[in-house]
């Protein structure tokens, strides 16, 4: 846990998207001017300055404005579910629940959810090493989702409204505001890291309760236990297993040398079952007592911006599902079709009532 933790916090290991998109043949073209401008795959202090003017419209005050929409959202989910008692958890109401959110941050019409949807599954396969295929694909969702970004950005400059667009060209640190460029790059990211995150850790998340229906139960009988229950699923069930981080210079990291351009995957999944950070780390708990920070959001200078956002969603979908689930089982294999990049479950058929 410590290492993992040091090694997230120094600067001589720089974030490795570039070096990913190098090693599948990418090192030009608009793809490549795409993947090295997201906020995801830069550092310094142009990092440093997006970071600082963009976390004003993240703070836990500027999302809770969502809490009443995650609620209608997920609760409208699970009502479709009930009359037949049993779905697929991931089809049914992970995949759905995050886009109408996002839409709603943005300030985008919740109809056009399924479009960002359709965008963002395609999008995203930037993360799965498999570039040379699905290039142009990702090209095509990402010209797409740019033009209808184009014509919002051009609505709010003329009339701010109350959202995430109209939030972030109002935002201003010390004289410095995101240009037209990067709040595009930065609508695309929080599309991207908002939507397959949440919607696998939440299917993640119902998968390990299935393996421990005396928690769902308990979870349901004290639904204060819910943000706990979130720290605890993240901890125990992740859906992401390492970050990627490139050396920038010769390091010395726990008696090893690591040369200058070393790629480290640095192991977060071990280190959320470190016994030195979390007694007993086998052991699901979600009325666990320690309250070390999970390392999945990471940490330091590239921690996830929309923790925040995504802790309450996973908050709200499982204090919900838990009253309106009772007795949860799983009916079939839920199986994990990849571990690299953002994993979870492709189906996971259940029961309930």
């Known amino acids: 846990y410590d290492l993992v933790r040091a090694v997230l916090r120094d600067p001589r290991f720089a974030v490795a998207h570039r070096s990913a998109a190098e090693a599948q043949g990418v ?23 997006q970071r600082r003017v963009v976390a004003k419209a993240f703070t836990p005050r500027a999302v809770a404005r969502l809490n009443a929409t995650i609620i209608d959202v997920i ?7 009930t009359s037949a008692g049993r779905c697929d958890v991931v089809t049914d109401i992970a995949r759905p629940f995050p886009i109408p959110i996002i839409c709603a941050l943005l300030g985008t019409p919740r109809h056009d959810w399924q479009l960002f949807s359709a965008w963002v599954a395609d999008i995203s396969k930037m993360f ?35 959202d995430l667009i109209s939030d972030l060209i109002r935002i201003e ?22 939507t397959d995150t949440t919607r696998n850790q939440l299917a993640a998340a119902i998968d390990v309760f299935c393996d421990h229906p005396d928690q769902w139960a308990l979870l349901g009988e004290r639904p204060e236990l819910a943000a706990g229950a979130v720290d605890e699923v993240m901890r125990y069930h992740p859906i992401g297993f390492n970050l990627p981080r490139l050396a920038t210079e010769d390091v010395v990291l726990a008696g090893v040398q690591i040369p200058a351009g070393t790629l480290v995957f640095v192991n977060t999944a071990a280190a959320n079952r470190d016994p030195a950070a979390f007694p007993e780390p086998d052991q699901f708990d979600i009325a666990r007592e320690n309250r070390t920070g999970v390392l999945t959001f990471g940490s330091g200078a590239h921690y996830c911006l929309g923790s925040h956002l995504a802790r309450l969603e996973l908050t709200q979908a499982l ?23 953002i994993a979870g479950p492709s189906i996971l058929p259940v029961a309930f009532g």
């Open 128 to 162: 799965e090493f498999n570039l040379a295929a699905d290039g142009p694909r990702i090209l095509q969702a990402w010209q797409e989702l740019d033009g209808y970004l184009e014509h919002m950005i051009a609505r709010r400059r003329h009339e701010l409204t109350d």
């Open 173 to 194: 640190d010390d004289g410095d505001r995101l240009d037209h460029d990067e709040l595009l790059t930065l609508a695309v990211t929080l599309l991207g890291a908002g």
């Open 27 to 49: 090192t030009e073209g608009p793809l490549w001017q795409r993947i090295t401008s997201l906020i995801l795959a830069i550092d310094g202090e142009r990092h440093h300055r």
């Open 75 to 81: 609760t409208e989910l699970i009502d479709a579910q």
């Open 319 to 341: 204090t919900v599902m838990a009253r309106l689930m009772p007795n949860l089982r799983r009916t079939g294999p839920s199986p994990w079709p990849s571990m690299l990049g």
